[in-house]
């Protein structure tokens, strides 16, 4: 099975502006969460998404916001960009909503934002 | 609420030496999820294992080994010879359904040497 992938890599944009990332789940996996990885936070929740539905939220401002699509893809967008979002996205999926002794998160390359 | 703490910032090791990452945890939930990954320079968060509240026995797998202990909140991981392919950062989280959602903290990391 091919891994989590995310698109695209690497990401520069400037403060203002929008930014839209993408995560393809592994084949079958219908969870996918999100996180935001900077040296001085570390990894942080942002949301996870689960059949389409946003199912936990982490504290982030409003800018932060997701989607999930029917065939379990799922895209962030962060509006109005700042310097303080620079950092490694990364996006995890597992595979159902029933934590079993098989679940597990796994996770994808990551996107690395720059904000100028 | 939910914590999970890395005390140790850095560590650095001669190969061949063994060496213990500590992990204590924080939580009032009765079913939780402990994990161990493992993040490379490249960037991508590799799983390494996942423990169930439930079960409190150790694992060992080729070099790595965990111990889990109630008792204490602690979730500790060793690998015994270790080699410059070990070289990462570790992380240490905690997972639990929170208002119907899947959710993960992760600890601060730990980063590890392993010299030639």
């Known amino acids: 099975k091919a891994g989590v992938t995310q698109t695209p890599r690497y990401l520069i944009k400037t403060r203002g502006q929008q930014v839209t990332l993408s995560c393809s789940p592994i084949?079958?996996?219908?969870?996918v969460s999100w996180y935001q990885q900077t040296p001085g936070q570390g990894l942080q929740f942002l949301f996870e998404?689960?059949?389409?539905?946003?199912?936990n939220k982490g504290n982030f401002p409003g800018r932060f916001s997701g989607r999930q699509f029917s065939n379990s893809r799922s895209e962030m967008n962060v509006s109005t960009l700042e310097l303080g979002d620079s950092a490694l996205y990364l996006c995890a999926s597992s595979e159902s909503r029933v934590m079993t002794r098989q679940e597990t998160q796994y996770f994808g390359p990551g996107t690395r934002l720059l904000v100028l | 609420a939910q914590k999970v703490t890395q005390a140790q910032t850095e560590i650095s090791v001669v190969e061949k030496e063994d060496v213990t990452l500590d992990c204590v945890y924080e939580?009032?939930?009765?079913?939780?999820?402990l994990f161990w990954y493992k993040q490379p320079p490249s960037g991508e968060l590799v799983f390494l294992i996942r423990r169930n509240s439930f079960d409190e026995q150790n694992e060992i797998s080729g070099r790595y080994s965990w111990n889990f202990q109630k008792s204490t909140s602690s979730f500790n991981f060793t690998i015994t010879a270790s080699q410059v392919v070990d070289s990462a950062v570790y992380f240490c989280?905690?997972?639990?359904?929170?208002?119907?959602?899947?959710?993960?903290?992760f600890g601060a990391g730990t980063r590890l040497f392993v010299k030639a």
């Open positions: 084949s079958g996996h219908r969870s």
């Open positions: 939580t009032r939930d009765t079913t939780y999820y």
């Open positions: 989280a905690l997972s639990s359904y929170v208002a119907g959602g899947f959710k993960t903290i």
């Open positions: 998404y689960f059949s389409e539905t946003q199912r």
